[in-house]
């Protein structure tokens, strides 16, 4: 028995076993034509394959020596070739992780850049952003929005205490008066409307 190396087309190669009879018909099939190779799946013959003779080629008688230096020339060439894809394979493969690190740090970098500068902006610009994020026409409604969200009691404690103060803006503003005036404690009387919503 001998021992053949098979190639499928997923790349992998397996050894097989071949009769001597296989190993026989093949090598006198090689040694009349050794411009064809038989292929043979275990120990059936499937077909044959040029090696390396084209159709321009037919009229040509090659001996052994001519048809092993072409044979040589294009191993070469076809080595060459694996080798510069190899190369640069291996060159793309570093140039990607200089990418992936480069938008690592933009990700990480581009957030603290933003959020440090927000810290030192000047107040009204910080309003006018967060008016601009909420949505609103002005950074009452802002701070409202935010305040519903966040705590809903104290958001209803100062929806309360905006309506007592928009019902009684004349009775309130005469009542601070004389606080000052007397600098102390004052009784008001105010009027508490319905809710209308």
Not at 17 to 37: F, G, I, K, L, Y
Not at 94 to 120: A, E, M, N, Q
Request: proline share 3%.
């Amino acid at each position: 028995m001998g021992v053949k190396i098979e190639h499928n087309d997923l790349g992998k190669s397996r050894l097989i076993e071949m009769s001597e009879e296989t190993q026989n018909n093949n090598a006198n099939n090689v040694a009349s034509n050794p411009s064809r190779h038989i292929v043979t799946k275990g120990d059936e013959p499937i077909g044959a394959i040029d090696a390396g003779v084209g159709s321009s080629d037919v009229g040509i008688s090659l001996s052994d020596d001519t048809y092993n230096k072409k044979i040589s020339s294009e191993l070469m060439h076809t080595i060459q070739r694996l080798n510069f894809t190899a190369a640069r394979l291996d060159d793309y493969r570093v140039l990607s992780r200089f990418h992936i690190l480069g938008w690592l740090v933009t990700l990480v970098c581009c957030p603290i850049i933003f959020l440090t500068l927000c810290f030192y902006m000047p107040d009204e610009w910080k309003l006018k952003a967060v008016t601009i994020v909420m949505g609103t026409s002005n950074s009452w409604e802002a701070g409202n929005t935010i305040l519903s969200k966040t705590d809903l009691k104290a958001y209803k404690q100062s929806m309360t205490a905006n309506r007592i103060s928009d019902d009684n803006k004349i009775v309130l503003k005469k009542c601070f008066g004389s606080a000052d005036a007397l600098d102390g404690p004052v009784k008001c009387e105010i009027i508490i409307n319905p809710k209308t919503d």
